[in-house]
């Protein structure tokens, strides 16, 4: 990580964490500065390389006496610890927060997962599209005559689960200042996503949501939904209020009063006649069209064009699907993307501990390398 001024410098953050919510919210961190040092680690264990940045990666043999006093000497040097396995794991394996508390009390201890350390299906496995589902932001996306259109996984995995974590976090280190002290956080996705969606409960039922597919945020609302172009290229439009629809309406060319846009009764046939027109150019014509004329209307990009886009090129300049911007913008303190070279650092971060060679070579597997894992085979709760 570059940066002496950074957010999180100093903060150091051990994260036992797989798959995508955690190591996605400990890479934010990594991004403000932190020292991430990922436990176990290794490509078999963080399988998606997109959030392996600006990491240290070690292998500790946590089956063995020598593995867990060496992570216990680590956690006892921490700021931030991470996990994400089902609620128990790590209390059996010694490595609880009542545990770890003892010898720092000011650790800031955050737990991924899916349903939460308690509940009737604290236990369960499950993925982004059960804890979408469950928290009714599935059963409100989609068409009225099919079934509920799938996110990705954006919502539970990464907004729900990796970006709440980091806030989280970055609450309870804040709070730290003031008390001195460390706590637990007990992070899960299925809460995340009922934050998310707390507009939209309010609005169920009612003229601004009353089913899925029906509604002024749904695709119904010919103002507000996606359009194919000559070119099979997509234009989204979302020209919600007056000034926005009017300036949609004048730059159409439609030359007929312009009708009340709120009035579901006129949906229908603006519709049929926004389709005829938009799929008369290509949507790179439309866009044209439309610079400078505040209709809201855009371009629906695929992935690989995004980084081509000459907005997205001036506010991260360099970056690509396989170097993704560091956000959030800070004025004084730069947020930038660290690099991990793949090494193995088990050796060099617990000699920094003091720990000599030979407990060393005890607590850190024979076979250590970016590609091992010694772990207890134990599935994790997070997708």
Not at 54 to 75: M, P, Q, T, V, W
Not at 186 to 214: E, F, I, N, Q
Not at 261 to 270: F, G, L, S, V, Y
Not at 341 to 357: F, M, N
């Amino acid at each position: 990580m570059t940066g002496q001024n950074s957010i999180l410098k100093g903060t150091r953050v051990l994260d036992l964490t797989r798959l995508a919510p955690g190591p996605y919210g400990s890479m934010l961190l990594a991004d403000m500065g932190a020292e991430v040092i990922v436990v176990g680690g290794g490509r078999s264990g963080l399988p998606i390389d997109s959030y392996r940045r600006g990491k240290r990666f070690i292998n500790l043999d946590l089956k063995s006496e020598e593995g867990l006093d060496a992570f216990r000497l680590l956690a006892a040097n921490a700021d931030v610890l991470m996990e994400g396995f089902r609620p128990g794991v790590m209390h059996r394996l010694g490595l609880g927060y009542d545990a770890l508390r003892q010898d720092n009390p000011k650790l800031v201890y955050c737990s991924v997962t899916g349903y939460g350390q308690d509940g009737p299906l604290a236990q369960e496995a499950g993925h982004d599209i059960n804890y979408v589902g469950l928290s009714g932001a599935l059963g409100a996306m989609g068409p009225l005559d099919g079934p509920p259109a799938l996110p990705l996984n954006i919502i539970a995995d990464f907004a729900a689960g990796g970006l709440y974590a980091a806030y989280s976090i970055l609450g309870a280190l804040l709070e730290r200042e003031r008390s001195g002290l460390g706590q637990f956080l007990d992070v899960a996705m299925v809460d995340g996503c009922l934050s998310l969606m707390t507009m939209h409960y309010s609005d169920w039922g009612k003229p601004v949501l009353p089913s899925r597919g029906k509604g002024l945020l749904t695709g119904e609302a010919p103002f507000y939904r996606c359009y194919v172009c000559n070119d099979g290229k997509y234009l989204a439009v979302g020209a919600l209020e007056g000034a926005f629809f009017t300036n949609l309406w004048r730059g159409l060319n439609l030359e007929q009063p312009m009708p009340d846009h709120m009035r579901p009764d006129t949906w229908p046939a603006m519709t049929e006649q926004f389709e005829r027109l938009f799929a008369s150019r290509s949507r790179d014509a439309w866009v044209k069209h439309f610079e400078g004329r505040d209709a809201c209307v855009s371009p629906v990009l695929a992935p690989d064009e995004v980084f081509e886009h000459p907005h997205v090129q001036v506010r991260f300049p360099g970056s690509d699907s396989y170097a993704t911007p560091a956000i959030p913008h800070y004025s004084r303190t730069p947020t930038m993307p660290g690099v991990t070279d793949g090494t193995d650092d088990s050796y060099a971060v617990l000699r920094a501990l003091g720990l000599s060679e030979a407990k060393i070579n005890k607590a850190v597997p024979e076979t250590s390398n970016v590609t091992g894992l010694e772990w207890p085979p134990v599935k994790p709760s997070q997708p």
